[in-house]
């Protein structure tokens, strides 16, 4: 059993920024790839960004350029760097740590969510 807590959410101004952290419970953090998601009210659960074991990564297109998205296995801990931020950006954030990070992950590990408000 592994257990993630995000953090770093919360308020910020159109065009600022936030790094979002995702810290592990377990040593074993390392074998598993890590999801970022978002869900904004009334709407469908979003892969923002994906990282494999070997540190390859992958973005939706609506953040590609604006989001980084990094691991350090020594501290169990996967971060989402989030700069230019846009009120779309609004969302519940959650991390996910499994085997393969898809759309809709099947088995693995939720973090509890963190919020992000993007407004002025």
């Known amino acids: 059993q592994v257990q993630l807590v995000e953090s770093g959410g919360g308020l910020v101004q159109p065009g600022g920024s936030l790094r979002l952290s995702c810290a592990a419970s377990r040593s074993t953090f390392s074998i598993y790839a890590i999801g970022w998601y978002r869900q904004a009210p009334g709407k469908q659960r979003e892969l923002v960004a994906r990282?494999?074991?070997?540190?390859?990564?992958n973005y939706a297109d609506s953040v590609k350029g604006r989001f980084t998205i990094s691991r350090d296995n020594a501290k169990n801990t996967a971060y989402l760097q989030m700069n230019s931020l846009k009120p779309e950006d609004t969302a519940v954030y959650y991390c996910?740590?499994?085997?393969?990070?898809?759309?809709?992950?099947?088995?693995?590990?939720w973090g509890q969510g963190t919020q992000v408000t993007v407004s002025s």
């Open positions: 996910h740590a499994g085997a393969v990070i898809t759309q809709t992950p099947i088995g693995g590990y």
């Open positions: 990282i494999t074991t070997g540190g390859s990564t």
